[in-house]
Structures are given as structure tokens and as C-alpha cells.
């Protein structure tokens, strides 16, 4: 089966711990990214990976932090910095073909909640 | 201004009608546009993708796109109540990055 797979689906997390968020694709696409979803609002750009071992930030990349070590691993790390990290993690992937051809598909998410 | 203009709803229309949901964006550099949708609780999924000025049509679905009014919209014929869910419109902007809208809600009502 082909697909984007995020784990865990949920996560509970202290106030000042970071946590690690899996995100892992066997669709032999390049580029990979990392949104944010608050309740009835439109996803935000955390940082993305257009190729193995290069990221960038996203619009909202503060307290957060991102590898590209392997072509189909993408975790992200929400580190104590971020001040309001409860939310809903998306991550997503393309084959990075331009931009008539470049769809993202979604992976299932990952919803963290901070105690 | 807002990158990209949804009207959040919900819209109710009942089962068998059409859903018409509209997206309005700024960036002038977006060359193709995406129709998502996501069910609560639930990651986006792919619905389609229009980047020629004009309609284009999947099934139940038809996109609209005009990029001289910067207006992208969906339409959605005979309603079922599966089609219950949020619709988010997301343009590739001039810096290849998608750019999401808050959504439209639709609710169909049996």
C-alpha cells in the first residue's frame, strides 16, 4: 500500500517537553512538508524538504525543528519553544514537478495536546 | 488582504442540489489551484486540481477558474450527504508553495 503514514495519531505532551512527531511516505516523492491546523482555520506552512538532507521554513517555523536524513522520513520536533504547540499536525508530500503538476497528498495527522 | 478569501459558511443545501463554493486569492503569480476536501477530524483530500482558465469537470464535481477576477470556485451537483465536509480551495502561489483557505463548510441536508 502506498501512502503517507503519521504517527502517533494522538500525543499528549508536559509544558516544557519537546516531542518528535513521525512522518514516513513510500510514495518515492522528493518533497515533503509540515502544516498546522487550528480549529476553523486554513492550514500554515511549518517548514519543508524539496530534497534529502535540505529544508526550509515555512511561515510559522518558530519552535519547530525538521531532518531530511532519508528520502522518505520527515520529522518534525516541537520544542518547548513553541508557546502554543496544541494543534493539529499535518504532514504531506509531492513529487515536486512543478507547479502545474506539484499535488501534495496528506497524511492522516497527528493531533498533540499540551497538559 | 488575505491570501486566499473563503466564505467559511456553513452552506446547507439539500440532497440532490448543487453546492457552489467559491475562493477568491491574491497572488497573481498562481498558476494552479487545488480543491481539498477534509472531513472533521480528518487530513485533506485530494478532490482536483484546475489550472486552465475555464471548467473542468470529475465526475459529480466541476472547477471553475478565472484568473483575470483571481476567482476559483467548485461546484458540486446532486449533494449527498457524504459530500458533508469542509472544502479547502489552495492555490500554488509565485513562490510554489500552497497557500490555504480558511474552507467552506457544507452541510447537505437529507
Known amino acids: 500500500d502506498g501512502g503517507i503514514t503519521q504517527s502517533p495519531k494522538y500525543l499528549f505532551r508536559k509544558e516544557g517537553q519537546n516531542v518528535t512527531l513521525s512522518c514516513e511516505q513510500n510514495l518515492n516523492h522528493d518533497a515533503m512538508y509540515w502544516y498546522r491546523q487550528d480549529p476553523g482555520q486554513g492550514l500554515r506552512l511549518i517548514y519543508y524538504?524539496?530534497?534529502?538532507?535540505?529544508?526550509q521554513k515555512g511561515d510559522i517555523a518558530e519552535g519547530y525543528s525538521v531532518s531530511r536524513e532519508k528520502k522518505e522520513s520527515f520529522p518534525l520536533t516541537v520544542t518547548s519553544a513553541q508557546k502554543n504547540p496544541t494543534a493539529f499536525y499535518l504532514c504531506?508530500?509531492?513529487?515536486?514537478?512543478?507547479?502545474?503538476?506539484?499535488?501534495?497528498?496528506f497524511g492522516p495527522g497527528t493531533r498533540l495536546t499540551v497538559l | 488582504q488575505k491570501e486566499v478569501e473563503q466564505n467559511s459558511g456553513p452552506l446547507s443545501v439539500p440532497e440532490g442540489a448543487i453546492a457552489s463554493l467559491n475562493c477568491t486569492y491574491s497572488?497573481?503569480?498562481?498558476?494552479?489551484f487545488f480543491w481539498y476536501r477534509q472531513y472533521s477530524g480528518k487530513s485533506p483530500e485530494l478532490i482536483m486540481f484546475?489550472?486552465?482558465?475555464g471548467d473542468k469537470e470529475d465526475g459529480r464535481f466541476t472547477a471553475q477558474l478565472n484568473k483575470a477576477s483571481q476567482y476559483v470556485s467548485l461546484l458540486i451537483r446532486d449533494s449527498q450527504p457524504s459530500d458533508s465536509a469542509t472544502y479547502l480551495c489552495?492555490?500554488?502561489?509565485?513562490?510554489?508553495?500552497?497557500?490555504f483557505g480558511k474552507g467552506n463548510q457544507v452541510v447537505v441536508i437529507p
Open positions: 489552495a492555490p500554488i502561489g509565485g513562490n510554489n508553495r500552497l497557500a
Open positions: 504531506a508530500s509531492s513529487d515536486a514537478g512543478g507547479p502545474r503538476t506539484d499535488t501534495q497528498y
Open positions: 484546475i489550472y486552465s482558465n
Open positions: 524538504s524539496q530534497i534529502v538532507n535540505d529544508f
Open positions: 497572488d497573481r503569480g498562481s498558476q494552479s
